[in-house]
């Protein structure tokens, strides 16, 4: 069955960066695109940015552009989502997901989440 | 970037009762909409996906539907376990940006 396993919770202080990651396993992980989206405590969920694990295409929201790299290691079927120049504003847990199906780029497969804490 | 809206914020209602949550999309966004369940402390999960598909597993007491610019979340018969936070997002094109979600609760 689809499995998304994420890394576990990072302290940071402001100005650093974070790098997550997203083990797939029990599909063809270059088949689907990989989400990464984000929930600030008490907030909605809220979209960074897509990836197509074929080719390491990305398409990013704007108000991460810049600060955000998604990767695909294609190697170990992992994704990596990486955030600098943190903020207390980027305090929140921040999830993978797969396509439902292919070519539907809706998240229907969702790892644990990974809580980040930005604090000095 | 295309705005989506949710109504209402929040909702309180009887076991067995029919409940109704609206998204509204700023622009066009033809049938690309999805609806997620989310609760406590859980990761969302989706219930419906192009306006009207119910995700495999979801109980069939949720349906959506619409046409644009408004869709629409019903649970034809409210469970305690329904209680949740609801999110609606389009998908059309990115950003694919979430509604601010529905809270709903029992009466």
């Known amino acids: ?120 | 970037d295309i705005q989506m809206t949710q109504s209402p914020s929040s909702l309180s209602a009887s076991v067995g009762d029919r409940i109704t949550i609206t998204c509204r999309a700023s622009q066009g966004i033809s049938y690309y909409l999805a609806w997620y369940q989310q609760k406590p402390g859980k990761v969302p999960k989706l219930l419906i996906y192009h306006t009207s598909t119910l995700q495999s597993g979801v109980p069939s007491r949720f349906s959506g539907s619409g046409s644009g610019p408004d869709f629409t979340l019903t649970i034809s018969s409210l469970q305690p376990e329904d209680v949740a936070t609801y999110y609606c997002q389009k998908y059309n094109s990115a950003p694919f940006t979430f509604g601010p979600g529905t809270k709903v609760d029992i009466k």
């Open chain 1, 1 to 120: 069955q689809v499995q998304l396993v994420q890394s576990g919770a990072e302290v940071k202080k402001p100005g650093a960066s974070v790098k997550v990651s997203c083990k797939a396993s029990g599909y063809t992980f270059n088949s689907y695109y990989m989400h990464w989206v984000r929930q600030a405590p008490g907030q909605g969920p809220e979209w960074m940015g897509i990836i197509n694990p074929r080719d390491n295409s990305a398409n990013y929201a704007q108000k991460f552009q810049g600060r955000v790299t998604m990767t695909w290691d294609t190697s170990t079927s992992t994704g990596y989502m990486d955030l600098s120049s943190l903020t207390s504003e980027d305090t929140a847990v921040y999830y993978c997901a797969r396509d439902i199906l292919l070519g539907i780029p809706v998240a229907g497969y969702w790892g644990q989440g990974t809580l980040v804490v930005v604090s000095s």
